[in-house]
């Protein structure tokens, strides 16, 4: 199982073995994985690390398993600069991840790439997973490519480029009549009584890790240096804590220098309950029935919120929301002066940074990342309005000339 030493109860530090299992049978309480990191720092390098595959997996001494990858790819996706957003929201030194460059086009192939590795390595040969969209891509595209079964439980509703998404792969699909939550509750009721790996029920502690790879690579790709400000978005809350514990890792290990790295949280309004939590001070997050158009995000009930909130707080960052308005506003505010086409994850994560930034939280000389967790073809429909064609003309470049004239363009 790779460098994994034991999964440990993040309240009550009891450890367990290395096993399908997430939860504490003493407290409930998630669990985590352990690693030794005196015993990595001893062979870890930037080195070793830069000669490693173009994939998550050139970080796999701080990742679970090891021998029987699932590997589409997934990882080392582009880290560019944005100077022409930043410069519409007053910020000097903002940098864009863009996950949509992942096998599937969102964040969660690098969750489904580690999960499904630790699924094998258990020894199953079928797995399943309750998605709001993306891991249902990410879950049935791993699967077919290593050849195990899955089942995959989405809510009905979903948008229609994850249906298709998904059903391409040729596995099973199981649309419930039922949000996200009921769909998720449904899950954890079959993984009693099905021996298969649950991606994000009881693998989900190894799932959960694939996401620091986001941290990894944004250290590596910013010359081994930790940013000053990170905003992700958030569903379950798990990537945002990941985000912490990865640059948390590669301080300890050695690869960076400390540095005092705030992280943000974004959420959408129909669906708010960590930045509700966050905002009012308080610890304990209180389910929400989700609404709204940013259905990847659209967790009422988040099983890592009070992490994250945790999370934000230690780090000195912040949370916002924002409305379905501003998420439109902000996938096309991306694309107009970046060039990327975000699903609305990323209209989040851009409307948030934009409100951070007026309010002055994210300052202007900061090195600040923004997460663009999935693609905008798997939203289209958020956007479709008010996205056609300028104008339509005969084939004759007299039409063309009358209507560039129009707009002040003459040959
Ligand atoms: C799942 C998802 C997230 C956030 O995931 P967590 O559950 O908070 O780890 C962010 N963006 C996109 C596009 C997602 O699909
Ligand atoms: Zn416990």
Sequence with gaps: MGRIEALRCRECGREYPV???HVCEFCFAPLEVVF???????SISRARIEAGPR???RYSDLLPGGEKRVDLGAGLTPLVPAPRLGAELGLSDLWLKNDTANPTHSFKDRVVSVALTMAREFGFDTVGCASTGNLANATAAHAAAAGMRAFIFVPADLEVGKIVMTAIY??????VEGNYDEVNRLCAELAGTYDWAFVNVNVRPYYAEGSKTLAFEIAEQLGWQAPDHVIAPIASGSLLTKIKRGLDEF??????????????????????????AFKAGVDAIRPVKPAGIAKSLAIG???DGYYAVKAVRETGGS???VSDEEIVEGIRLLARTEGIFAETAGGVVIAVLKKLAQAGVVRPEEKTVALITGDGLKT???VSAGSGPTFTIKPKTSEFEAKAAEMGVKP
Excluded at 36 to 42: H, L, R, S, V, W
Aim: hydrophobic fraction near 40%; proline fraction near 7%; aromatic fraction near 4%.
């Design 170 to 175: 040729g596995q099973t699909l199981v649309a």
């Design 251 to 276: 301080t300890r290990v050695g690869l960076i220098e400390k540095h005092p790295t705030r992280i943000s949280g974004a959420q959408a309004t129909g669906c708010a309950p960590v930045a509700t």
């Design 319 to 321: 949370m916002e929301d």
């Design 380 to 382: 289209i429909e958020a």
């Design 36 to 42: 030794d990191y005196d015993e990595i720092a001893k």
């Design 301 to 303: 009930n988040p099983a």
């Design 55 to 57: 994939s998550i997996w």
């Design 19 to 21: 096993e399908p299992l």
